[in-house]
């Protein structure tokens, strides 16, 4: 068998990796259970990332440019609805954690990750860029502080109903996301343009 490309063992150890972080967090996790689950060697896995925080830090990033880059909007025209952007851009993510539930726990660890170095490298290289995507898919004209509050609102709705659903389990009314994204969505939108439009 022919032996893979260092960039193609890369990508190997980010895919087999998503599994493993979301199941148990960064600290849940070592770096031998990663060479265990990869088929590589520590040493061997020490040549494609320095430590685990790099490892990491390269999972989610990942995870972000495949599955989320992919779902934001081109350039806006004059004439384009931007709840129509809004809409499609909050119908694609809800999928998405539908469709990969692995990738939504993922995202769940990195909000409670109380590390602040990892945090704000983790804001740079990944949320920042999500964040103004989203926060530009806004269809009105807010200032600053307003723009921020709405952005983490939006966020908040999409991924929120997904991280509560093993404790809303056994609330009166409860269905899994996974059997009501279209309606989610639905809500979602309408709530984001009665708060905005009043």
């Known amino acids: ?79 384009d609805d931007p709840w129509a952007h809004l809409e499609a851009f909050v119908s694609a993510f809800v999928s998405l954690l539908v469709r990969v539930p692995s990738f939504q726990r993922l995202m769940q660890w990195v909000a409670l990750d109380r590390d602040e170095t990892r945090a704000r490298q983790m804001t740079e290289r990944v949320f920042e860029p999500f964040f103004l995507g989203v926060a530009d898919l806004l269809p009105v004209t807010l200032g600053e502080e307003e723009r921020h509050a709405l952005t983490v609102s939006v966020m908040g709705l999409m991924v929120f109903p997904f991280e509560t659903q093993v404790a809303r389990q056994w609330l009166p009314g409860y269905k899994p996301p996974s059997q009501v994204s279209t309606q989610l969505v639905q809500h979602i939108l309408k709530l984001l343009k009665a708060g905005v439009t009043g």
């Open 1 to 79: 068998m022919a032996k893979e490309s260092a960039d193609v063992t890369r990508q190997r150890i980010l895919h087999q990796c998503l599994p493993l972080f979301a199941a148990a967090g960064f600290d849940g996790v070592s770096m031998r259970q990663v060479a265990t689950a990869t088929g590589l060697t520590t040493a061997a896995l020490y040549y494609h990332f320095p430590d685990k925080e790099q490892l990491f830090l390269a999972v989610v990033e990942d995870c972000f440019s495949q599955r989320v880059t992919p779902l934001m909007p081109g350039p806006k025209s004059p004439g």
